[in-house]
T-cell receptor
Framework: GAVVSQHPSRVICKSGTSVKIECRSL??????MFWYRQFPKQSLMLMAT?????????EQGVEKDKFLINHASLTLSTLTVTSAHPEDSSFYIC????????????FGPGTRLTVL | QKEVEQDPGPLSVPEGAIVSLNCTYS??????FMWYRQYSRKGPELLMY????GNKEDGRFTAQVDKSSKYISLFIRDSQPSDSATYLC????????????FGTGTQLKVEL
């Protein structure tokens, strides 16, 4: 099956610093990648949708200047949390789908961000 | 009111039991319905994918969709300890590869 990786799996940073999370589709070309965040015992909340070569589409309430998304190639998307604060601590998960949407999006294993 | 409602549990059952998990939704535009399984600190994995109303069976898993009631279910037969996880329902108007709306997830524990 299709595999999506994320790096790092866990990161701890100081308040005010920026953190970059990578999402890669390992064995397929992903025209669309999604970024979610998940708080403990809560659902996945979609943050943004990115299409390769285009600007990301952010969900209402998500600060695009704080959560920078780049989808420079068909196998790589990055999420940069700028000037991170403790309230940004969460589990960030990416997913990827192929052209036309299809029937499935494949999820990465997630990145646990802790901001001190 | 949330678009998708799901009882967060936790739900604890003995090994071998039949498990019933449910979601209700309010958006009549949803046409595609999915169930994902998520182990602790891992990403979700797709279990079942259905379009419109009806039943779908895959091994020990059966998914049901009742669009008239805006109600979907996942049944797990002969539950095993390895089924212990959080089960998330997800929905989309346009397909599983597009924007999904998730339920909060139900935490299931299958005990020996």
């Amino acid at each position: 099956g299709a595999v999506v990786s994320q790096h790092p799996s866990r990161v701890i940073c100081k308040s005010g610093t920026s953190v970059k999370i990578e999402c890669r589709s390992l064995d397929f070309q992903a025209t669309t990648m999604f970024w979610y965040r998940q708080f403990p015992k809560q659902s996945l909340m979609l943050m943004a949708t990115s299409n390769e070569g285009s600007k990301a589409t952010y969900e209402q309430g998500v600060e695009k200047d704080k959560f920078l998304i780049n989808h420079a190639s068909l196998t790589l998307s990055t999420l940069t949390v700028t000037s991170a604060h403790p309230e940004d601590s969460s589990f960030y998960i990416c997913s990827a789908s192929v052209a036309g949407g299809g029937s499935e999006q494949f999820f990465g294993p997630g990145t646990r961000l802790t901001v001190l | 009111q949330k678009e998708v409602e799901q009882d967060p549990g936790p739900l604890s059952v003995p090994e071998g039991a039949i498990v019933s998990l449910n979601c209700t939704y309010s958006n009549s535009a949803f046409q595609y319905f999915m169930w994902y399984r998520q182990y602790s600190r891992k990403g979700p994995e797709l279990l079942m994918y259905t379009y419109s109303s009806g039943n779908k069976e895959d091994g020990r898993f059966t998914a049901q969709v009742d669009k008239s009631s805006k109600y979907i279910s996942l049944f797990i037969r002969d539950s095993q300890p390895s089924d212990s996880a959080t089960y998330l329902c997800a929905m989309s108007p346009t397909g599983g590869g597009n924007k999904l709306t998730f339920g909060t997830g139900t935490q299931l524990k299958v005990e020996l």
